[in-house]
């Protein structure tokens, strides 16, 4: 189900990141901290015979620190002009963002644990090991496909940002559940890089305005602008008031 989300409120509300310093529950909430699948033209949910939307969820419990945001631009030199006294340089393009995320999870109790309320369970949490391992693998069921990509979300830092998963390590520590032999603790490290779809273009005026969108100038508010963004299928070329894009930073599943 689509819903549009007060950013601001739900921040206000679950954001802090010494959270496991406040004694409040930690919210497993992957629209505002952690990754989500990204499930463009519903093969994923075509692939799973019983799919619901939690099943694209991986939230964070703690994260070790939050991304730098790191960007830079190429240029090539262009050295076959003679008597010059120094040669052109032209803009080439610009390089994909590599991002590093530092994850721990500790399970706090069994799922059939006697008045269980937390998300934070040993089973939970070995079901987002399974979704995040599973980032690194083709998808073999009747045909090939790339390892599915995931949205990142942190507060209003990152907000929906398309990335690949480059690799996945996964730290097992003590302790260990007695009959089964699962860490209750467990560090694990997921190397990203940026990857937008080719039809999504992020120029520099779409981000130099992206502040003043309070004052009606930029269309998308802060790290809105970053967001991924998936072609509308009812858009109509020539209708002024359609728009050939979706922002998944408006509305969302929750």
Not at 15 to 39: F, Y
Request: hydrophobic content about 35%; some cysteine.
């Amino acid at each position: 189900m689509a819903v549009s989300i007060d950013f601001e409120n739900e921040l206000t509300l679950n954001w802090d990141p010494a959270m496991h310093t406040t004694g409040r529950p930690i919210p497993a909430n992957c629209e505002i901290w952690g990754l989500k699948i990204l499930d463009w033209d519903d093969a994923f949910a075509n692939r799973i015979a019983e799919f619901t939307e939690p099943d694209l969820r991986i939230p964070f419990q703690y994260l070790e620190q939050i991304p730098n945001w790191d960007k830079s631009a190429n240029y090539t030199d262009v050295n076959e002009i003679m008597g010059r006294f120094e040669g052109p340089t032209i803009y080439s393009n610009s390089n994909a963002q590599d991002i590093q995320l530092v994850l721990t999870y500790y399970a706090e109790s069994l799922k059939n644990d006697i008045g269980v309320k937390t998300p934070w369970t040993l089973e939970n949490i070995e079901g987002i090991t399974k979704k995040l391992q599973s980032l690194v693998f083709p998808q073999y069921d009747g045909r090939y496909g790339p390892p599915n990509k995931v949205l990142l979300n942190i507060g209003n830092i990152w907000r929906n940002v398309p990335l690949i998963v480059k690799q996945v390590s996964v730290e097992h520590q003590a302790p260990y559940h007695v009959y089964t032999g699962l860490p209750m603790m467990r560090k694990i490290t997921v190397t990203c890089k940026t990857s937008y779809p080719l039809w999504q273009g992020i120029g520099s005026m779409s981000v130099y305005t992206a502040w003043d969108g309070a004052r009606g100038v930029g269309e998308r508010i802060g790290s809105e602008v970053f967001a991924y963004e998936a072609l509308n299928n009812t858009w109509m070329p020539g209708n002024k008031s359609s728009n050939p894009f979706d922002s998944a930073f408006v509305n969302y599943s929750t």
